[in-house]
């Protein structure tokens, strides 16, 4: 099968070959920041709520209504955008692609026979080079685990960038990032943690040693040994002590261990210097977060990256005919609002008295299933079309239709 057959959007296809999904990233610890649990821990906190997006094909019409698209490419967004991932995988995937390099791509993949949509394909290339030709078009030449290498319009790839600054067309400084930031801290905190782990180590070795005081043969040596295990074991088994008898031909010479742990001050400071990087409070990489904390980082963090998938998809994947049409993918937050039952109760009173959630929507918001009958819209008789507020007031409305 093979995953790289992509059609223009004017019509030309290209045929590539399935690329093996199980590369690796770098590793040497020394540029793989995953190898990190303080990073894997982060990265998982934002993927998994952002996987929680609901992505959507939709149309605004002129009303400024809005519909949802029906065909092939709603059916990838809904439901199953390649035959290996579910749309929660899928999401999932691209993000953490994106916070490991600082740029996600997805192909497209499309018939090459009909030129519809079949799938679409989070990519894995150890490098991507950018390249422009005389007609300045540009082109991505994707490297790979396996040594193979493909190049594709750039139109043709959904791209994502994060610290999109220094460089021109991708993300950090390159294809495969910038951690050179990060990766101090990250270097830093390793190597605290193995000093802790040496330090905890130290205090279980030799504690002293004993020294037998005359000449001894290799077999008085052996059985010297011998008896002084006896004598351990015998004294751990039966008295529970370690303390062992010796006699006036031994000498004990004690070994001092003084090993030195980190306080908890400069742990807690390492570990938030990596959670400020990716942009997740202590609260919610310790999955003990409150309203306010939840809130805090999806306005600060998914939110964003929602607004970005959302641009992506909609340049990626449909035309410059169908944007202006009103058409575009937007990627709903719908599943990620965490809030208390109070301020859920408080939020329906308000938007249903508005006529802005159904009795579905409303059951929705606080986990409940939908009913018959349950898509109708209420509204609090209490609100008047702006327009007509100054005739209500003075009774002018009322008088306009008795005389009607």
């Not at 910038?178 to 905890?200: F, P, R, W, Y």
Request: overall charge negative; aromatic content about 10%.
């Amino acid at each position: 099968m093979g995953i790289f057959t992509r059609k223009k959007k004017e019509g030309s296809t290209n045929t590539f070959q399935l690329l093996n999904q199980n590369n690796t990233f770098f590793t040497p610890f020394g540029n793989n920041i995953s190898k990190s649990d303080v990073v894997k821990i982060c990265i998982d906190r934002i993927a998994s709520q952002c996987a929680k997006l609901k992505p959507r094909y939709i149309k605004t019409e002129a009303d400024k209504t809005v519909t949802e698209k029906q065909g092939r490419l709603s059916f990838l967004l809904k439901h199953k955008p390649n035959p290996l991932m579910t749309p929660y995988d899928f999401i999932y995937k691209v993000i953490t692609l994106l916070l490991l390099n600082d740029n996600a791509f997805v192909y497209p993949m499309f018939d090459s026979v009909n030129g519809g949509l079949k799938a679409l394909y989070p990519l894995r290339p150890i490098l991507v080079e950018a390249i422009v030709d005389n007609a300045d078009g540009y082109y991505l030449k994707f490297y790979f685990e396996d040594g193979q290498q493909f190049m594709l319009p750039y139109e043709n790839v959904i791209h994502l960038r994060k610290y999109f600054a220094s460089n021109d067309i991708f993300g950090g400084n390159g294809s495969s990032g910038d951690h050179e930031a990060i990766l101090k801290t990250i270097s830093i905190n390793e190597n605290v943690l193995q000093g802790i782990d040496n330090a905890v180590r130290s205090s279980m070795q030799i504690k002293g040693i004993i020294k037998m005081n005359g000449m001894l043969s290799e077999a008085d040596k052996k059985k010297q040994r011998e008896l002084f295990d006896i004598a351990l074991n015998d004294s751990i088994s039966t008295k529970g002590s370690s303390i062992i008898p010796i006699d006036l031909k031994s000498e004990y010479i004690p070994l001092t261990v003084d090993p030195k742990l980190i306080d908890k001050e400069t742990l807690e400071f390492l570990q938030s210097k990596i959670l400020d990087y990716f942009g997740v409070s202590a609260p919610i990489f310790a999955n003990k977060y409150s309203e306010e904390d939840f809130n805090s980082f999806y306005e600060s963090t998914i939110e964003p990256l929602a607004i970005q998938l959302s641009e992506a998809f909609s340049l990626g994947l449909l035309t410059e005919n169908e944007l202006t049409r009103g058409e575009e993918i937007i990627f709903y937050s719908e599943r990620l609002q965490y809030a208390s039952w109070n301020t859920k109760v408080s939020a329906i009173e308000k938007l249903m008295s508005l006529g802005i959630m159904t009795l579905n929507e409303s059951r929705a918001l606080l986990g409940l299933e939908p009913i018959e009958g349950g898509n109708k819209r209420l509204q609090s008789l209490n609100f008047v079309d702006a327009d007509k507020a100054n005739k209500y007031q003075v009774g002018e409305e009322n008088k306009d239709e008795s005389h009607s």
